[in-house]
């Protein structure tokens, strides 16, 4: 006899918790229950279920942090999250969906919806595990997810890279030194490898190195990351079968096109990502707070703004420096940013022409503030 499948079900609700349960079961699923987002991560980490069903809404922890956490930790990272809610807000959805979520349920849902998408996330975990072919969710046919080994040991820069390859579609595996890549490299069989060059323990070429001696690696792709731009750098990726790409301000586009192609992935416009959450259920996005972006080095005219802008509604985060505020432009998509002139690194005009020079950020209207005093002509 064949053992049942289990499903954590994580909701406050605890109506909501019975009639799933009391539905799952006579399909044949295992049930746990968690009634807060803390004790569902604890029982996800525990009893190992083969899918999670999750709420957003809850007391103490929320979904979306429960999800990170489950993301984050080896033993409950691929397990395939399902959520289920009534909070259908636009930043909500793409946030869950950048986090790994399989899809994005509306409450009420129906049951054979549910279901459906339950065993569609099931059969995704399995054929992650044996190969390449298509997944039929609904009517939609959907490849499996892609994975990148990131590493690079500066968090303020791999964080956000993460997020851009996820708003993607592609699943990312951060290291932060290259003892963690050769570790992990052996443990998730990344489709691809990005590395640094500047990391402790080991650096990307030596790893690089490695992985092309190895004949379980040495077929995947692997692209070197870095700030260095000295013609020895570039030959030594070259002789290593390593594509090099210059970690400049401008880098996104060309390591957008590379590992796009590199995965058969296709490079889509924000507005039409993340397919799956649209599959079961089209609901109208409910209208999201305003999201301003202030870039200036002098914290006491940041605080001065925030408090201002927040108090008349908006939604407001901030960044030091010119280069803080693209990384924050590429990830958070603000509805405006307000920067100032003068920074250490580089100027808000010179800002500006990376911003507009980029498809993802050049429709955001950008005031620049400045204490000097402008001659006209």
């Known amino acids: 006899m064949s053992e049942r499948l289990s499903i954590l079900l994580v909701d406050d609700d605890h109506d909501i918790v019975r009639a799933l349960g009391i539905r799952l079961k006579a399909a044949g699923y295992d049930i746990t229950a968690a009634y ?25 922890m929320d979904g979306l942090t429960v999800l990170a956490r489950l993301r984050e930790q080896d033993c409950t990272r691929r397990i395939p999250v399902l959520i289920l809610t009534a909070n259908v807000v636009e930043a909500v959805r793409s946030k869950a969906m950048g986090l790994g ?27 992650n595990t044996s190969g390449d072919a298509p997944i039929t969710l609904g009517k939609l046919q959907m490849q499996p997810q892609k994975t990148i080994l990131l590493a690079d040991d ?18 990312v595996i951060c290291a932060r030194d290259g003892l963690d890549v050769l570790m992990l490299v052996t443990t998730e069989a990344p489709d691809l490898i990005i590395l640094d060059i ?65 995965l058969n992935v296709e490079a889509v416009p924000a507005d039409q990502r993340n397919l799956r959450r649209e599959v079961f259920q089209q609901v109208p996005a409910e209208p999201s707070v305003p999201k301003i972006l202030v870039i200036d080095d002098d914290p006491h005219i940041t605080q001065a703004l925030m408090i201002r802008l927040n108090a008349l509604g908006f939604d407001v985060i901030r960044a030091p420096d010119a280069m803080g505020g693209t990384y924050l432009a590429w990830t958070e998509s603000p509805d405006l940013i307000i920067t100032d002139q003068n920074m250490p690194g580089m100027s808000g005009e010179n800002l500006m022409v990376i911003l507009k020079s980029d498809e993802e950020t050049k429709k955001i209207p950008v005031i620049v503030i400045t204490g000097q005093t402008v001659n006209g002509s």
């Not at 002789?239 to 390591?255: E, S, V």
């Open 198 to 262: 500047g990391m402790p323990s080991a650096d990307g070429l030596k790893i690089c190195e490695k992985l092309s001696q190895n004949v379980s690696t040495s077929a995947i792709p692997v692209i070197i990351l870095t700030g260095r731009s000295d013609e020895e750098t570039r030959q030594r990726c070259k002789a290593l079968g390593a594509r090099y790409i210059h970690k400049n301000l401008m880098y996104w586009n060309d390591l957008k096109t590379v590992v796009c192609d590199y």
């Open 101 to 127: 979520a399989y899809c994005f349920l509306k409450k009420p849902c129906d049951p054979s919806d549910l279901l459906n998408a339950i065993q569609g996330a099931m059969s995704q975990t399995d054929q």
């Open 154 to 171: 500066n968090q303020d820069f791999l964080l956000p890279l993460r997020r851009r390859f996820q708003d993607l579609g592609i699943r």
């Open 36 to 60: 807060d987002g803390l004790t569902g991560l604890a029982a996800a980490q525990t009893n190992q279920p083969n899918a999670i069903i999750l709420d957003i809404r809850m007391p103490g």
